[in-house]
């Protein structure tokens, strides 16, 4: 049993620890603790070097050099909130214009200035948006959206055929006054393309006109603009090349949400931009993204080792992991440093919300295995309409259920951090996004990979292609109406999979009633299959 005098000791020293490592900004009410996650300061002052060399690789994107070397691009998702530091006139007078013409089209909707074709004014909006264009606005809608607000949203974010049938007969007594929203930034993509088209047909099947109700978010030039603009859709809006869709959340895909919730888009930008000139602090100990980005960095070694545990004690959040499971994994998932060695770094995200997990996987966290740190997100100001009852606050048990969970994992030496914000809304909201944005980008110096660039998606996307070749391969030599083997397709197709041909047809056989199968699907190689006459 530890003695009071030990236990007295300890408490003595995570407490100064406490006090030497918190950080503060008055200007966002925001408090970052690092000091239960194991590290010692002059591990802090080891990085000091690593962390000039950051400093300037970060100053000199926001300058505009070229950071995203596989699409020689610049990366200027800074230059959204804070046009003023854009390489030139040019693109910083072009933001300036978008936000402008992004809060009148917004306001001008929700006064019913703008209506439909038939002279009603629109009730809810259709996102159709991927990754970043669909997470994004999801955040904010979910996070700052008050009830009887703005239009009602539903967002179309996947290719699935139920969830597309679903949403879309949600939407059938208002589609008339639905407003399509889509975002797809070279306008290729294959799932808001397809999600599109569904859409349309199903629209054009009620009869009722899309062109009037269609809104794209796109880069100009891009086949969905042409399109849009031949169309004549009710309006389009610009997503720059030099915008990610992981960090767009300040541009229009994020601001056209907002406005469409009845939120002021000025403070969300404000907080974005506070946040990252508190960023460029060179000072270490004064930057909350280094100090993230170090604690980060030690957890796991520098090879992202340990995941990281998001648990925002807020339901106004709940969407914030799976938005930074995009924004971090897509980043810092690489498998070549920027010296050509293979590193296969990368930091796994996931979580939900507090308390709610306490109830779910904190035993894991607390007892399990320890390949972990947690990042607590706490609120301090509650609503004030919800009362006490019996002396009980709601918002005082949720700090304490925080504040438990917490000492529990540290008393069994689990890491964690903590955010702390004074009040939530929409400025705090945008700070919290920058910070993590920026401490992306730090820890990505650290480690020296290149935040800015995705091979592996731009993979994934070449072999759905190929499979959706494929498909049409297999479906050519079916149409002779000879039986065929999956031995006998993949000779006949040069550098098939067998597997391949097999996931294909079995899909088929359960969509398509052209097609006869005959054998056994235990033993996928009696299967013989022929098209139907």
Known sequence: MTSPDLNKNINNDQWNRYCDLLFFDKEIDLWLDI????????DLDNLLDR???AFFSLNELENGAISNKDE???????WLRNPDIAPNDEIAQSIKTEISDIDQFGK???SGQIKNDQGVSFTDVLWIGIGGSGLG???LVNALQETKQGLRFTFLDNVDPNGINQKLNSLKNNLSTTLFVVVSKSGGTPEPQIAMDQTRHFVDKNCIDWSSRAVAITMKNSNLDIKAMNEKWLKRFDLPDWVGGRTSITGAVGLLPLVLIGQDISPF??????MDKITRRTDIYNNPAALLSSSWYFSGDGKGLRDMVVLPYQDRLEVFSKYLQQLVMESLGKEIDRKGVRV?????????????????????LRDGIDNFFVVFIEILQDNKEVPQINKKAPGDYLSGFLQGTRLALSENDRQSLTITIRKFNSYSLGALIALFERSVGLYAELIDINAYHQ?????GKKAASNILSLQSNIELILNDHKSHSIEDIANRIPDSSPESIFMILRHLSSNNNKYNFEGDWCNPKSLLISRSN
């Open 35 to 42: 000091s239960r996650m194991k590290f010692i300061k002059n």
């Open 51 to 53: 962390y000039k060399k």
């Open 72 to 78: 020689q691009r610049q990366v200027g998702h800074y």
């Open 108 to 110: 001008l909707i929700l």
């Open 137 to 139: 606005p999801l955040l």
């Open 269 to 274: 930008l404000e907080g974005a931009s506070t």
């Open 344 to 364: 296969n770094q990368g930091l796994a995200v996931y979580g939900n919300k507090g308390s709610t997990d306490q109830h779910a996987y904190v035993q894991q």
């Open 455 to 459: 091979p592996g998606v731009e993979a």
